[in-house]
């Protein structure tokens, strides 16, 4: 039997920019044995690179601009329109850079991802690198987790950690951070896809137990 015979889970990433996580998430599904497939990439910015990675990759894509609508609530309809025609089991977002309705958090309930630089709970939102450094923090690093209503507030699936050097600047954190990232997702997006990894209300499930802890990658 084909790869092409069996039925794969199905993911649409979204990304706004570079496309970074993108682009290892696209290598980690090239694989012969990674069990989900990435059917679309969409992006909020009809300039964004990520569109062109996806392209690259010979994989579909589509733009609903943000600039174009009044109201968050009309882009996430048509966000959400986009993203349904490719029907996903999974939607990854990769560098997406708008604040999702309610509606639309609850509308992908359970298969909804997002990865954030920081070791959530701290540091939510914009500037997490100049934030730790800011803060004299020693530990710093990214988290997976579910996407809910609260913005980066969803439940913790996993984190890797940065230790923080003498003389870090923001950039240079964010660029270890950032490496970091690229081995978490696919590690976690592929959990997903193997069926290991489920969301039951606001509880992380990992085969079928709940998870105690988020998974941690260490220095």
């Not at 989900?36 to 969409?42: D, E, K, L, N, Q």
């Not at 997702?185 to 988020?214: M, N």
Request: proline share 6%; hydrophobic share 40%.
């Amino acid at each position: 039997m084909s790869r092409e015979d069996i039925t794969e889970p199905r993911i649409v990433i979204l990304a706004s920019g570079n496309g970074t996580n993108l682009q290892s998430l696209i290598e980690a599904a090239g694989a012969r044995d990674f069990p989900g497939r990435i059917v679309a990439v969409g992006s909020n910015r009809p300039g964004a690179f990520a569109l062109e990675r996806a392209a690259q990759a010979g994989i579909e894509s589509f733009t609903v601009d943000h600039t174009r609508y009044d109201s968050r609530a009309e882009f996430d309809g048509m966000l959400r329109a986009e993203i349904d025609r490719h029907a996903p089991d999974l939607v990854v977002l990769a560098g997406f850079m708008r604040i999702l309705t309610t509606e639309f958090a609850l509308a992908y309930h359970g298969r909804l991802l997002n990865i954030h630089p920081s070791l959530l709970p701290l540091y939510p939102g914009l500037n997490t690198h100049r934030r730790a450094l800011e803060a004299g923090d020693r530990l710093h690093g990214v988290t997976v987790h579910f996407v809910t209503e609260d913005v980066d507030g969803g439940p913790i699936v996993a984190q890797a950690e940065v230790a923080i050097k003498t003389g870090d600047t923001p950039e240079s954190l964010a660029e270890r951070v950032q490496q970091k990232e690229h081995i978490l997702y696919p590690i976690v997006v592929r959990w997903f896809c193997e069926g290991r990894l489920q969301l039951a209300g606001d509880t992380v499930l990992f085969d079928g137990s709940p998870l105690p802890r988020p998974f941690t990658l260490t220095e």
